[in-house]
């Protein structure tokens, strides 16, 4: 059963990276900047780092999905079947191309597969505070940090236009120099170098940020059956490698979906879409407070609207919104039903 286990964490891990990868570097691609697979190379890079390094940053998120949701010693039966409930969902939606959350399939298999389990020992009470208001409330600052930092880059841009237009134009007297044409960029050459490092840098943080927060949820299943004296960080390794391998196979699904079909992005505002994904995924990882990279980065790309919702693809919103809503009660459902064949 252990070494079932492993195979079941792994494949969670591959599920993840191909769902999860993309997220951090769809902006990449959407805004012209590269091609889907170089920016997936770029962002799996980065998520392995992330992850190499978060059983030492993101220990509280460890110590949240080993014994805070349900605090019964687990059983191979019960691990295997929040395994399967939380794969089959990850799996489905990388399949229909829907970026889901992970972290929203786990909590549903925990609690699906636990209430069975051990019903007494699920931790309902602490749910509200530790995983329910996180995950929700990060859309909203997500979504309203990235508005405002997209209403602030667009008066800069509509500024250093307007003075760039005044520049080039035909001096009165005739005796001008030629006038450029209006094919040139608006902005300034080092502005343009200078945001296009910042936006490689911040879809790279977004990446690590993501390997930081979803590394120790996976890791925290998995050691509840370590293989062959297998230690946390041997299983950290392994689930980085499966995870790397999930993106760069399977990850240009959900970055094409993301990249082209939420909204039109922009240079400047793809970076600070990621800049407002990195800094909430981040600081979640560190202070253990479980938040879907998924929409975090949904509601950043999404903000860059502001309150303009008419640049949005309304079809789009609706699919990930329906996706997410099932994404608990599916994955909780499956969960349930393989304990009970495995029990």
């Keep these: 059963m252990e070494v079932l286990v492993l195979l079941l964490v792994l494949l969670l891990a591959a599920a993840n990276g191909a769902n999860d990868v993309p997220k951090g570097v769809a902006t990449l691609a959407g805004a012209g900047v590269t091609k889907i697979r170089t920016a997936i190379a770029w ?5 392995a780092l992330g992850c190499l ?27 295997v079947a929040v395994l399967i409930g939380t794969i089959f969902w990850v799996v489905l939606a990388t399949v229909l191309k829907l970026p889901v959350s992970t972290t929203h399939a786990l909590v549903g298999s925990l609690l699906g597969a636990g209430s069975l389990f051990a019903g007494s020992s699920v931790e309902w009470s602490g749910l509200l505070g530790k995983v329910v208001q996180p995950l929700l409330l990060s859309i909203l600052v997500a979504y309203a940090i990235s508005a405002v930092l997209g209403i602030i880059t667009r008066k800069v841009v509509t500024i250093r236009t307007a003075r760039r237009e ?6 009165p007297d005739g005796d001008a120099a030629p006038v450029a044409t209006v094919t040139e960029q608006a902005e300034p050459t ?3 170098q200078a945001i296009g490092i910042a936006h490689w840098a911040t879809s ?3 990446s690590f940020a993501r390997g930081l927060n979803d590394a120790p949820k996976i890791v925290a299943i998995g ?3 370590l293989v062959g004296g297998m230690t946390p960080t041997g299983l950290l390794f392994a689930v980085t490698a499966a ?7 399977a990850g240009s699904r959900i970055a094409n979906r993301l990249a082209y079909s939420v909204i039109k992005i922009p240079h400047v505002e793809g970076f600070t879409a990621n800049l407002t994904t990195a800094s909430l995924v981040g600081l979640g990882a560190v202070l253990g407070l479980p938040m879907s990279t998924t929409q975090v980065s949904a509601g950043a790309i999404s903000g860059i609207a502001a309150n303009d919702l008419s640049r949005l693809n309304k079809k789009t919103v609706r699919d990930l919104l329906i996706a997410w809503l099932c994404t608990p009660p599916v994955a909780a459902a499956v969960a349930a039903g393989a304990y009970l064949l495995l029990s």
Excluded at 43 to 47: F, L
Excluded at 166 to 171: K, T
Excluded at 243 to 249: C, R, T
């Design 43 to 47: 962002g799996t890079v980065a998520t």
């Design 53 to 79: 390094v978060s059983l030492t940053l993101a220990s509280k998120m460890t110590q949240l999905f080993s014994k805070g949701i349900v605090s019964a010693t687990p059983t191979p039966a019960f691990t």
């Design 243 to 249: 995870m790397a391998v999930g993106g760069v196979v």
């Design 223 to 225: 050691s509840f059956a």
């Design 204 to 206: 790279g943080l977004a």
């Design 190 to 192: 080092r502005a343009q």
């Design 166 to 171: 005044r520049a080039l134009a035909p001096v």
